[in-house]
């Protein structure tokens, strides 16, 4: 595992681009409808083909082509729908 913010490297082979899962902890959820605001906004970052959020856990799972989008950015996207994240340390 390398040293960036990913807690779980999951790549797989789609075609010609790899898909890595990065792990987000985000904070201040209060309802449901949060979740779609953060999936939907994640969601529309190129690069990303997947988003999963948990509201009970504040768990943001990822899937992304890290060569397209990067960490930072995904964290800056949360940010845009109003809610701070950071990478999971585990």
């Known amino acids: 595992m390398s040293a960036t913010a990913t807690d779980s490297t ?6 010609l681009a ?10 201040g959820f209060s309802c449901p409808s949060c979740v779609a605001k953060i ?4 969601g529309r970052v190129a690069g990303v083909s997947a ?11 990822i899937d992304h ?8 950015a995904l964290v800056a996207a949360v940010a845009k ?8 340390a585990f």
């Open 18 to 27: 790899a898909s890595t899962r990065t792990i987000l902890r985000a904070e």
């Open 39 to 42: 999936e939907k906004q994640v």
């Open 10 to 15: 999951a790549s797989t082979t789609t075609g």
């Open 51 to 61: 988003v999963t959020v948990h509201f009970a856990s504040g768990r943001i799972e």
């Open 81 to 88: 729908a109003g809610y701070t994240s950071v990478p999971a």
């Open 65 to 72: 082509d890290p060569q397209v989008v990067g960490v930072e």
